[in-house]
């Protein structure tokens, strides 16, 4: 009977815990459901709020004691310089985003190779200011040289498929344009060679006169009606 006693007990203990901590994670829904009506700081300050709550549930602590005072005043500073962190995070990606538009403003004019290799340049040094912070600065200077080698030999394998590629191009247009030429130039050889034995048999290079056609020319013969006629 006492295994079951404790048991019981166990098992009341866990439910009140359950309920507890589920009533919990109801009034936190519904303070960020208020909040995000209201919109800007009053979401920010539900979510203060509810890791507060979290917090001194998970310690046991009552609200309105010195306890829970000084761990609401920690929360709150916590939050504070996290917020603080991600602002100029997002201020730094911002400035980073402007300086890259600007950067492709000013290369208006350059080659595409040129501008592809100057951003991706401007892109490696952004990052690497933002891992310096991480990583530290000198390994931060080791990934940006890296990065930059990798660069040099992407824009130097672009450079030559470009320049490859127009040679390609060049010589095919060249050979386009040769057979061309040459299949003009035979036939107007063909046309001259047939035209040839006309030519040469015309009276203009035999000193020939060409023969008449038929019926053209009066014979040498004379009409019937003249014949036997004699002069006066």
Do not use: C
């Not at 080659?111 to 000198?138: C, D, F, P, Y």
């Not at 030999?153 to 050979?175: E, N």
Request: glycine share 6%; net charge positive.
């Amino acid at each position: 009977m006492r295994v079951n006693a404790e048991a019981d007990a166990r098992q009341r203990l866990d439910m009140a815990k359950w309920v507890a901590e589920t009533d919990a994670q109801m009034a936190a829904a519904r303070r960020l459901a208020d909040a995000e009506a209201k919109g800007g700081e009053a979401v920010a300050e539900a979510n203060v709020q509810n890791k507060i709550a979290e917090e001194l549930a998970r310690q046991r602590i009552g609200t309105g004691t010195k306890e829970a005072g000084v761990i609401a005043a920690k929360i709150r500073a916590l939050e504070g310089e996290n917020r603080a962190r991600r602002a100029a995070a997002e201020q730094r990606s911002a400035d980073d985003d402007l300086s890259y538009a600007r950067t492709e403003l000013a290369l208006m004019g350059q080659t595409e190779q040129a501008r592809e290799r100057a951003l991706v340049s401007l892109r490696n040094q952004q990052q690497a200011a933002r891992l310096a912070g991480e990583i530290g600065v000198e390994a931060a200077q080791r990934w940006l040289a890296t990065q930059e080698q990798i660069a040099d030999t992407h824009a130097l394998k672009a450079y030559a498929d470009a320049v490859r590629q127009t040679a390609d191009t060049i010589a095919t247009d060249w050979a386009e344009t040769l057979f061309d030429a040459m299949t003009m130039r035979k036939s107007t050889s063909s046309r001259s060679i047939r035209a040839w034995p006309a030519f040469a048999r015309s009276p203009a290079r035999t000193g020939t006169a060409a023969p008449p056609k038929r019926g053209s020319f009066p014979t040498s013969t004379p009409p019937e009606s003249v014949i036997g006629r004699t002069l006066p």
